[in-house]
């Protein structure tokens, strides 16, 4: 049979539906996402709260505190932890459940996949906006048409995450659990970015963390969400995520086999 | 529908005209550069830098804001600088070291504390004439006169006292006890309350004229920020009466009080060291001096948020904002 366009428009809504309908059912698994970032943003952040306000950093117009500073990072970090989750779900679900079925869809794999990655993605944007929502408390207060802003700047670097997750969780098989990933992947690219301080403060401690802050993927990421977030557009920001989120997808694709899982044998 | 080139061309160039017309500018010492900024308030940016006296500090509005008097301290002297062609056109006898003054109700008698020498002088902007030195505490520093014009007050750093001037007589008549390093005083609008800001004792007093009593202490408390770092300098009140601004020096803040209840309502994070502050015309913005971090924070005063930092010289100190 040959697959038309109105096939793969119903399989994309087949899987965003599905993602939803987990994301309500799985009230406690929101509300666990959202509590790790606020954790970050009420208790870590207040420590620091007037720590920033000694230079202007772009985006910003003026000084701010360092709750504003470290909420697209937490953002950011919202979108890391979905990102690493559902791909090492995904992967896992190779050999049963809901994947298996999915994959024997007479559509191509690296279609269901970019469908499952955006969904996964889609998703993840309506933490984001709790989580933004709930940091107005805390005078976050970006201007309101960088909220629509940040949306397409969100969702890419979801779709980027997804990517590197499920390159990550295909690839190299000692990371197979959420303990493995969380050290290895989640921390060092989240604590060697510009999430938490500004790059020239890692640069003023240390010339090698810096540069390998800026060689981080995540760094840009949180960038581009940090510049969207308050209508500006950091074009190095965008082309480095947008590469980043091409790459890993072609290689997460190719590495993601579902007979691997399930008999161990070689890709056919 | 067909439009008339000329006539909308006339109309567009009247409301650009009548935008510019009421764009306002605001002038900026920079204590460090000899040099005063001005930036435009519509775009906030920096439009000029004009060389003036040494280390000019206090600055301040002729009445009909055709002149701008600055206190070159370092120069010994008052600058008057005529604003439509940013030239200095006089300089007054100040006495040593001005530093801040204040400009009486009938636009020529300037009043100026005379910090080496423990003295306010008077002068008077049209003749030249010094007209008075009255001898106060050590090391003179605030100054303002109040809108009627009767009084004059003057605070001294080192005696902690807030001194009271007739200015019919031009003599001292009484003198306050205030907390540690008093820096600056404004009077209310009505003239019934004195709000005077007390540096190392990290208070504002609010002081009533006719007993010259002090009958509230205002204190700060910003979280994460250490209290010796609380030292209110510049003060501004608004003028429906009902808050006063507050700049906290080091702190790095501007506290904004209640003004009938005196609770401190709201603080707001600006530059390093912030100092002096002034309204626009309406009062819709309001701009502090950061002197460390050298630059000005443009407030949204309604939303009680800082919109805009620019970046003008060395060490911002005084700023006066005129309608163009």
Known sequence: ?268 | MKINIPIAAATASLLLFSSLALAEVAYVSNEKDNTISVIDLDTYEVTATLDVGKRPRGIILSHDQTKLYICASDSDTVQVMDLATHKITKQLPSGEDPEQFSLHPNDHHLYISNENDALVTIVDTDTNEVLAQIDVGVEPEGMAVSSDGKIAVNTSETTNMVHWIDTETMALYDNTLVDQRPRFVEFSKDNKYLWATSEIGGTVSVIDVASRKIIHKVTFKIRGVHSDKMQPVGIKLSDDGKYAFVALGPANHIAIIDAHSFEVIDYILVGRRVWHMAFNADQSLLLTTNGISGDVTVIDVAKRKAIKSIKVGRYPWGIVVKSK
């Open chain 1, 1 to 268: 049979m040959k697959m038309t366009p109105a096939h793969y428009w119903y399989c994309f809504q087949g899987i965003l539906i599905r993602e939803y309908l987990r994301f309500i059912q799985q009230r406690t698994r929101f509300f666990s996402a959202l509590v790790r970032p606020l954790l970050w943003l009420v208790v870590f952040a207040a420590g620091f709260r007037a720590a920033l306000g000694i230079a202007i950093i772009e985006p910003y117009e003026t000084y701010i505190t360092y709750e504003v500073y470290i909420a697209p990072g937490l953002c950011c970090m919202i979108l890391l932890f979905n990102g690493m989750q559902s791909s090492l779900s995904m992967v896992y679900d190779r050999e049963m459940g809901s994947m298996r079925v999915l994959l024997m869809s007479p559509l191509p794999r690296w279609f269901l996949l970019v469908c499952k990655l955006i969904s996964i993605a889609l998703v993840s944007l309506l933490q984001v906006y709790a989580f933004l929502l709930i940091a107005l408390l805390v005078d976050v207060e970006p201007p309101l048409w960088g909220y629509l802003a940040v949306l397409p700047a969100l969702l890419l670097v979801a779709v980027m995450l997804g990517a590197i997750g499920l390159f990550i969780s295909s690839w190299i098989k000692q990371l197979e659990n959420f303990a493995g990933v969380m050290n290895f992947v989640i921390f060092p690219m989240f604590f060697l970015s510009s999430a938490l301080y500004p790059l020239w403060k890692m640069q003023e401690s240390s010339e090698w963390i810096y540069w390998i802050c800026t060689a981080n993927p995540f760094t840009y990421a949180v960038e581009l969400v940090r510049h969207a977030l308050y209508l500006k557009f950091d074009g190095t920001a965008c082309s480095v995520t947008l590469a980043t989120a091409l790459i890993f997808s072609v290689f997460a694709i190719k590495g993601f086999n579902p007979q691997r899982a399930a008999g161990g044998g070689k890709p056919g």
